[in-house]
Each structure stands twice: as C-alpha cells, then as structure tokens.
C-alpha cells in the first residue's frame, strides 16, 4: 500500500504562485510513476504532470506547459507541483496518484486539495 498525503492548496489571484506537496509513504518509490491530476466541478479528472520516481523523466498537459514545474525529493519521499502565473481556469481540486511503472492505471490516491484561482 501507498498512503499519499497533498498539501498547499489555497486561494491565490490569477498571475500568482502556489507549490503543492505530495508526502508519500508505504512503500519504496523506485518502481513508481507520480502524476498530478485535478478536477474542475462538473468536468473530468485530467492529468495534469507527471514524474518518474527513478529516472525523472516528467510530462505535462499542454495547458500547464512552461507555467507548472514538477519534482521530487527522494529523501522526504516526497513530489512538488509548482505552480506559476496561474489563471482563473486552473481552478481545481488537485490530487496526487501514484502507480507502477509496469501498470497502466494509478491505483493510489490522495485526498485532494483545492486550488482556487481569483480573477
């Protein structure tokens, strides 16, 4: 089992910045993929970014492209989501999910935690 934890979601006005954490325990993260995902009321949860636990690789939606930056800290097992120049449109719940390498679908996933972007 994976237990994922998110924090530092909040009210930000558009053009401004927020980092989102994503604590991580349970499990070595070696073999794992991260992803961020958010879903706006009454739309589909999308990913967002995502990041290879051992190598780093990264990918991003082409909305969040060059304004959100995704990492992690192996020794705090845990990966950021910073977020710049945000918009009113970026308003969502945000989760953190994570799978392994070898799956398809993420199986683990946080509680969420909400981004509110004002205009």
């Known amino acids: 089992q994976v237990q994922l934890v998110e924090s530092g979601g909040g009210l930000v006005q558009a053009g401004g910045s927020l980092r989102l954490s994503c604590a991580a325990s349970g499990r070595t993260l070696s073999s794992y993929v991260m992803g961020w995902f958010r879903q706006a009321p009454g739309k589909e949860r999308d990913v967002v970014s995502a990041i290879t636990w051992s190598g780093g690789n990264t990918y991003y939606a082409d909305s969040v492209k060059g304004r959100f930056t995704i990492s992690r800290d192996n020794a705090k097992n845990t990966v950021y989501l910073q977020m710049n120049s945000l918009k009113p449109e970026d308003t969502a719940v945000y989760y953190c999910?994570?799978?392994?390498?070898?799956?398809?679908?993420?199986?683990?996933w946080g509680q969420g935690t909400q981004v509110t972007v004002s205009s």
């Open positions: 999910a994570a799978r392994q390498t070898s799956n398809y679908n993420y199986n683990y």
